[in-house]
């Protein structure tokens, strides 16, 4: 299952604790990075473009729970 990921306007929160803060999230990512590669064969991160992700779950950190999650407004965004 699928859960939709947080916007602009929305943020997670755990409907059986309240947490509004704290979620562990496991999620799958298709991307492009760039490596850059200096003389001694270190390698580091220099630019990535994601392609494509998916949100798997979200459990929350504080009570454990993972199928009570929701999306709700942030504050201010109604303005």
Do not use: Y
Request: proline residues 3%; glycine residues 4%.
């Amino acid at each position: 299952m699928t859960i939709a990921a947080p916007t602009a306007e929305t943020r997670w929160r755990c409907t059986l604790c309240g947490n509004l803060t704290r979620f562990d999230v496991t999620r799958s990512a298709r991307v492009v990075e760039f490596l850059h590669f200096d003389l001694a064969g270190e390698s580091k991160v220099e630019e990535t473009e994601v392609l494509s992700e998916t949100v798997e779950s979200v459990r929350c950190r504080w009570c454990n729970a993972v199928d009570q999650i929701e999306l709700v407004a942030r504050p201010g965004a109604e303005e």
